[in-house]
């Protein structure tokens, strides 16, 4: 299914290495005119690394955040931002939407799900991560979009193949997303505001300048490379239950490095709620 999904899209798909157009073959290999061959994984991704690469996320990252995303702390942003496509669209025009740096693929099946419920456009959603381990557990379980293993400074795909780049609470690749997107198409970035989280911010990292957290750079970055229509801010309080304490502490890059007795402390603490605030930077070129 996955593999058929991919050659009904062949056509967004440039070679890695060479930038050649490329072909699926057989139901299991994307193919360029030069012969360089990417196949499709038995769970349904594929592969378009030039080279291995090491991330420094492992696979028990990624089953927190999907334990995460799927307990519905993520769900009004979502909302948010499924809103801000939708009112960007046409009647029966097809979209596509690429989400860069999709990790464990749920931000973008959530995403997809909603505009689905409510709108009739064919959709296609496409996700891409440097991490295999991401992709694999996205790839097999939302079997609605097409998954890439792909380097974001080397995207496999032709200029201009995406209405809609979403970047969630990752980094980004300017460059790459105005050569992907449509003239008429929009960048959604989401970055962490600076009490995102703060119940733990504030045990972690007492005393030192971290726990002040400001993302003045990275809306200025933005800034310069396109031109911002609009910017939504967006903040509630998240319910934690306690099964979540600790999924939510292992995917975030907070935690890392922190000594035992601080992750102990908070597990103490026994939060009901936590903070969830963001920015949402809404580009085109
Ligand atoms: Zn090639």
Not at 227 to 249: A, C, F, H, T
Request: glycine share 6%; aromatic share 8%; charged share 20%.
């Amino acid at each position: 299914m996955s593999a058929g999904k991919i050659k009904s899209f062949q056509e967004i798909f440039i070679c890695p290495l060479c930038k050649k157009q490329m072909q699926m073959i057989h139901l299991q290999s994307l193919v360029c005119s030069n012969k360089h061959c990417f196949d499709i994984a038995k769970q349904g991704y594929i592969n378009l690394l030039s080279r291995a690469s090491s991330t420094k996320y492992d696979k028990k990252v990624f089953e927190y955040r999907r334990v995460i995303s799927k307990s519905g702390l993520f769900n009004p942003l979502h909302a948010a931002v499924s809103e801000i496509i939708m009112s960007q669209l046409r009647s029966h025009e097809p979209i596509s939407i690429l989400d860069a740096g999709c990790g464990e693929g749920t931000h973008l099946n959530n995403i997809q799900m909603e505009i689905n419920q409510k709108k009739l456009n064919p959709l296609l959603a496409v996700g891409i991560d440097i991490s295999k381990e991401g992709i694999s557990f996205s790839a097999a379980e939302y079997s609605d979009g097409i998954w890439c293993v792909a380097d974001l400074a080397n995207c496999p795909f032709a200029n201009q193949q995406f209405k809609f780049i979403l970047n969630i609470l990752s980094p980004a690749n300017y460059s790459e997303f105005q050569r992907l997107i449509t003239d008429d198409g929009l960048v959604i970035k989401i970055v962490p505001e600076q009490d995102y989280l703060k119940e733990l911010r504030e045990v972690f990292y007492k005393g030192s300048d971290k726990q002040v957290y400001s993302n003045s750079l990275t809306s200025s970055h933005f800034n310069e490379q396109f031109k911002l229509l609009d910017v939504e801010s967006i903040r509630y309080q998240g319910n934690l239950s306690e099964p979540l304490i600790e999924p939510l502490l292992g995917m975030t890059p907070l935690s890392w490095g922190t000594s035992k007795d601080r992750i102990e402390k908070i597990l103490q603490m026994n939060l009901k709620q936590v903070t969830m605030d963001f920015k949402i930077l809404i580009g085109k070129k």
